[in-house]
């Protein structure tokens, strides 16, 4: 394989590596973001003969969806979902992810938690030893963000993060809203020594709809690497 392969190529390869996942029949979720909008793209000619039932992340993925052929369905009807294809914005060790980088964390959430496997696919640059280069966000409802945004910054701070800056995402003028009416605050902690702790202390905090750290949730990873796509599963001890 060539080495001259960009990151957009890395994640194509990842997208189409993930269609092996799927198979006939299946009730699917689909992922948000330039990654997961490759793989959207690459099931659409398949979707029809494959009998599948597809549940979007993201109104963005749904309109995607559509545009391509394909009926889009509630997951209030469909319920539980085979398998969830989605992008990352972080891979860390025990397949522990940040997401939201597209402002969908919570609906990818809802949607993964519903799915017997969510397979992650992304580039070689998304594999981490330690989470938190990539600023966490944070989806927080508006009322009183600033004062979300602070409690959020200090569970940063007692949980060792490498520092807690906080940034409202959009900026205060034009907030960024997510599909469900919420704003997204960024934590850019440099480095979050124990996620499982700030996920626990971020749920505690009133404002705070959801975060983006994705955790006992992925159960594969598929890299695209210049060398080929590279498979990360969870230690079998993990795995169940
Ligand atoms: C959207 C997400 C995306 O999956 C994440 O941001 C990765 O995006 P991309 O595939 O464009 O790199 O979590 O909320």
Known sequence: MSTNQTIDDQKRAAAEAALEYVKPGMRLGLGT????EHFVRALAPRAVNLNLTVVATSERTAALAREL???VSDLNDVRHLDVTVDGADEVGPGLVLIKGGGG???REKIVAAASDRMVVIADAAKVVETLGRFPLPVEIVPFAWRVTAERIA???ARCGCGQNLMRLRGGEAHPFTTDSGNYVADCAADAIPDPERLARMLEAI???VDHGLFIALASVALIGTP????TLDLPRRMAG
């Open 227 to 230: 060398s080929g796509v590279k």
């Open 33 to 36: 973001g330039s990654t997961a």
């Open 154 to 156: 200090e569970a940063a």
């Open 206 to 208: 009133p404002g705070v």
């Open 104 to 106: 969908a964390l919570l």
């Open 69 to 71: 052929g394909m009926k």
